[in-house]
């Protein structure tokens, strides 16, 4: 079980491995690499997670002859059973195979103690089943179902970023190592808790740090004066960008401009149903930025 | 999104699969359409259209992707009567009906009983089934000119044949094409599809039945509905429960009830008969790759297309050939193992198997069956867990004390026992029954507990009884052992 410190009502996991959630695209050597990266920040295990999933793309041999022969429901199982055992069987050496690589190339990146672990899918429900030992996910932009060419989200990112409540980082094609990052502020509870745990973590100690506004948040200045506050009581010198303009383009332009290497922001809005619209800020960058995103729930 | 996805994931992941399967069972639905028809004693259009209505409305609202249903012999037999004494419109008011009442149980959560019906009770349903598609065959079978004989024979031969030569094309389709061809080029005087009824001519329109829409109405196709809706749902609920093992993913059995129903509604006011899952064709489409919603809308409209524009072919098809698919339909739905699972299976898991199979056999009702076979599954477990009941004694060593000490289930079928197990011509002083590690479960075994103090006091026995608290708190709580820390020792006899 993770202990987790509240602070103004806002559940932080302090102690849980990282756990790299890998599967056969490109993604992987850069997961693995943020992975180590922040299991080596928070001094935490390393866990590489394989999920098997998908059963739907197994299907039987070509027989269109329509005819039921005798007992043709367990002959049909047991046939069914025996592709979908020889199938899952494959599966599970390739995920073993690539999990082994993963595990190598993390300790040599200096992760501390990396473990891996096979589980059945689908990914959001075997990450919310895992969750509790869990203190940081670490998952590729695009899974290897998803099309690289065009700018689409990995079919799985999304309903796993909803579905896990744990703070998950996303992470684009290419590793570089992490110098700064930025704060997409908007004086919201959920921006307030990002704040907030930027402060506790030792994840992004001593970096340099950025807080990026779009327009002007609710409660104005006084939200950002808070937040230069507990940054700097947490030992950080926290520069501010306030700019008017949507919140994705300000976000992505001061990301670019300023060489951010880390983006943190609130997973999705704040209501059920800006929730439910797609498009949100946290989907364009998400999207868009080429750096890795940290999202908070 | 979520919703996309599972759009995506529910029609368009196999849609090639789902193509070519929804083609092979269209060419194996109209057969038994016109079929199960001519069993309720209607038109093969009724049994057609209704086929088209409920393949396609249960491809977009039915809960199991993958699963085939259309107008089935299960049902068709329970609207023989209705027919015969009402006529077609009635029959179509009572599918409405049928279909607002599955909406209803879908709206109940019914599905959840399906967990008092036991594997043996499925099998039997199944083996009953196929039984009932068989017998309907005979009528076809007697009485008929000699050929017909012969061309069933060859048709069972091309269906189980040519899947040895070639699996592309499906065989029962070719038995069809061979037979119509022959009895066309020989002459054959043989009947034909077009002497049993209307073939469909058109696409099917909306239609309000044509009854009086009075109580005297209600009265006549109610308790149709009610067992047209229980059959209906069991053998969807079974089905789809066989899909889901076929394919190892899961179903929504509330949504299916509630699809089911809207299915039939839209059946009813377009002329068709009311429908449900069917298991051999849901076998046939899983066989075929299908494994989405498409196929069982796409099966649709290629049996619709089919037999509009092809009615005067459809006419010429001779009874002979839908006997022998009708034949493998029956063949491939029967459980042939658990012929030979009588001998090793438990006489009573047998029995409830058997007794679904003779009820059904003897009233046509799958509905009476299934009650017949959970019944007794139910009686046969009672009968079991009443052998979980042991009582020690232990006699001080100065012989002024009995203690007795009660373990198990106690309940109305273990209470005889438990009143048998206490030896009241004991002399003694005092005797102590201890049932901290019992099961009081109902009235009787509180009853017969008693009647053992009674008994006792009467031969001037004084009777202490320990742990009551714990024993009867299953009558108190209801249903209440998991939290007992001890429940395993209760079990583990």
């Known amino acids: ?297 | 999104m979520l919703l996309l996805h599972r759009i995506r994931r529910d029609w368009f992941s196999s849609l090639r699969g789902d193509a070519l399967s929804g083609l092979v069972v269209a060419l194996a639905l109209i057969p038994e359409a016109i079929a199960f028809s001519l069993i309720a004693g209607v038109d093969p259009k009724v049994g057609l259209y209704a086929s088209f209505c409920i393949a396609v409305v249960i491809a977009f609202a039915g809960g199991r992707p993958g699963m085939i249903s259309a107008a089935t012999g299960a049902m068709a037999l329970l609207m023989i009567t209705l027919v015969r004494d009402h006529g077609l419109q009635y029959l179509l008011a009572a599918t409405v009906l049928t279909g607002l009442l599955q909406i209803v149980a879908g709206y109940l959560r019914l599905a959840d009983l399906m967990r008092f019906v036991s594997r043996s009770v499925v099998t039997g349903f199944v083996n009953a089934l196929a039984i009932l598609i068989f017998l309907a065959q005979l009528p076809e079978l007697i009485d008929v000119p000699l050929a017909v004989y012969p061309m069933v024979v060859g048709g069972l031969l091309i269906i189980y044949g040519l899947p040895r030569l070639t699996r592309v094309v499906p065989s029962p389709l070719i038995a069809i094409v061979v037979l119509t061809g022959l009895s066309l080029v020989l002459g054959i005087d043989v009947p034909t599809v077009g002497d049993k009824g209307q073939l469909p001519d058109a696409l099917p329109v909306f239609l309000l039945p044509d009854i009086p829409w009075n109580l005297e109405t209600l009265m006549i196709i109610l308790p149709v509905s009610v067992t047209l809706m229980t059959v209906g749902l069991l053998e969807s609920f079974l089905t789809a429960q066989i899909v889901d093992e076929l394919t190892d993913t899961p179903s929504d059995k509330h949504r299916e009830a509630k699809g089911q129903g809207l299915a039939n509604i839209v059946s009813g006011f377009f002329g068709g008969m009311a429908g449900c899952a069917m298991i051999g064709q849901s076998v046939i489409n899983i066989k075929s790759g299908g494994r989405g919603r498409m196929s069982a809308l796409l099966a649709g409209v290629f049996l619709l297309l089919m037999v509009v524009f092809l009615d005067d072919w459809v006419g010429r098809i001779p009874m002979a050939a839908l006997v022998a698919v009708m034949i493998m339909v029956s063949i491939g739905t029967f459980s042939w193992q658990s012929i030979a699972d009588l001998r090793v299976h438990p006489k009573t898991s047998s029995l409830v198997m058997l007794g679904t199979v003779v009820v059904t056999v003897a009233t046509h009702d799958l509905a009476k069956g299934v009650l017949t076979g959970v019944l007794l599954s139910a009686l046969g477990f009672a009968r079991k867990v009443g052998q979980v009941l042991v009582v020690d004694r232990f006699l001080d060593e100065d012989g002024a004390r009995r203690t007795y000490t009660v373990t198990g289930q106690v309940f109305f079928a273990s209470a005889d026992r438990f009143l048998s197990e206490f030896d009241f011509r004991e002399v003694v002083e005092t005797v102590r029954i201890d049932v901290t590690r019992a099961h009081f479960w109902d009235l009787s075994a509180v009853g017969a507990l008693d009647r053992v103090i009674l008994k006792f006091r009467r031969e001037g026995v004084e009777v202490e009884i320990l742990g009551m608290d714990e024993a009867s708190r299953t009558l108190v709580d209801r249903l209440g052992v998991a939290d007992r820390p001890d429940a395993e020792n209760l079990l583990g006899h």
């Open chain 1, 1 to 297: 079980m993770t202990s987790t410190t509240k602070d103004a009502n806002y559940e932080i996991p302090v102690d849980g491995t990282v756990m790299a959630c890998l599967d056969v695209s490109q993604y992987n050597r850069s997961v693995v690499d943020y992975a180590a990266w922040a299991s080596r920040r928070l001094t935490a295990e390393l866990q590489c997670l394989h999920v098997l999933d998908d059963k739907t793309r197994r299907s039987a041999g070509v027989d269109f002859s329509g005819s039921i022969g005798m007992d043709a429901q367990s002959h049909l199982l047991d046939e069914l059973a025996e592709l979908d055992a020889r199938q899952a069987r494959i599966e599970m050496q390739q995920g073993r195979a690539m999990l082994a690589e993963a595990c190598a190339r993390a300790e040599a990146a200096g992760a501390h103690r990396p473990v891996s672990l096979q589980r059945q899918g689908p990914l959001p429900r075997a990450l919310t089943e895992l969750e509790d030992g869990v203190r940081l996910f670490v998952l590729g932009k695009r899974g290897e179902s998803a099309d690289i060419n065009r700018d689409h989200l990995g079919a799985n990112l999304e309903r796993v970023v909803r579905s896990v409540h744990r703070p998950i980082l996303v992470s684009p094609r290419a590793y570089r190592d992490v110098q700064r990052f930025a704060i997409a502020f908007d004086g919201s509870a959920t921006t307030r808790k990002c704040v907030e745990m930027v402060c506790m973590s030792p994840l992004l100690a001593g970096l340099s740090c950025h807080l990026v506004t779009a327009g002007s948040p609710p409660d104005g200045q006084a939200g950002i004066d808070w937040a230069v506050e507990r940054l700097q009581a947490a030992g950080f010198d926290p520069q501010t960008h306030v700019e008017s303009g949507d919140a994705d383009r300000v976000i992505a332009d001061r990301v670019e401009q300023l060489d951010i290497d880390l983006l943190i922001m609130g997973a999705y809005g704040h209501s059920r149903i800006r929730r439910m619209i797609v498009g949100s800020t946290t989907t364009t960058l998400l999207r868009n930025c080429r750096i890795p995103i940290l999202l908070l729930r």
